[in-house]
C-alpha cells in the first residue's frame, strides 16, 4: 500500500483506533499560537485533539 496517496485525516483516523493510542481533550492556560516552523506557508494552525501514542512496536 502506498502511504503518499492516504489522506492524513485518514491515517490520523486508523492510528487512533489502535491499541496504545489514547485520544484527549487538550486545552491551554493562556493564549497561544502554533505555526509552522518552515516554509512559506505559516498560517495559524489549530488542533482540538492530540494522540497520545503509548507504546510503538519497533
Known amino acids: 500500500m502506498d502511504l ?3 489522506s492524513i485525516a485518514d491515517l490520523v483516523a486508523e492510528l487512533a483506533s489502535r491499541d496504545g493510542v489514547d485520544r484527549i481533550s487538550v486545552g491551554a492556560y ?3 499560537e ?3 516552523k518552515y ?3 505559516r498560517d495559524q494552525i489549530s ?3 492530540v494522540l497520545v501514542v503509548n507504546y ?3
Do not use: C, F, N, P
Request: charged share 35%; aromatic share 6%; proline share 0%.
Open 39 to 41: 516554509g512559506a506557508d
Open 34 to 36: 502554533l505555526r509552522k
Open 47 to 49: 488542533a482540538e485533539t
Open 56 to 58: 510503538l512496536e519497533t
Open 4 to 6: 503518499s496517496k492516504v
Open 30 to 32: 493562556q493564549q497561544y
